[in-house]
């Protein structure tokens, strides 16, 4: 914000020198100068309130984005948590199944063990 702050002084004292040379430097009559410099000065205050209506605009908008964008990214959680738990649930039958087939497999491998190491194999 404070860059904004600095730009918009920095425009507003470039008004103020500006319109003080343009009077200064002008051969233009009084009335006629004091016209010029209250229609410029009119002028400015439209740039000014129209700026300052863009930037609200651009404030609101930035708002509902950032609540638009919240509530997009809750609803991607939410189907993550759901698609995870479905795998889950679909793959338990068979991380059960393999677990009791590596408890098989190692049951067969201790008998097949004890059969070659047992006295009346030799």
Do not use: C, H, W
Request: net charge negative; proline share 3%; aromatic share 4%.
């Amino acid at each position: 914000m404070g860059k904004a702050k600095a730009l918009i002084t920095g425009f507003v004292f470039g008004g103020v020198v500006t319109a003080a040379s343009v009077l200064i430097t002008t051969p233009k009559p009084g009335k006629e100068l004091i016209a010029d410099a209250k229609d410029k000065s009119d002028d400015i205050k439209e740039g000014f309130a129209k700026l300052k209506n863009d930037f609200n605009d651009l404030s609101t908008q930035v708002k509902q984005l950032s609540a638009e964008g919240k509530e997009i990214f809750q609803e991607v959680a939410a189907d993550l948590k759901r698609s995870i738990s479905s795998y889950q649930e679909d793959i338990e039958p068979n991380l059960s199944r393999l677990k009791e087939d590596v408890e098989e497999m190692q049951k067969t491998l201790d008998t097949v063990k004890e059969e070659v190491n047992s006295p009346a194999s030799k």
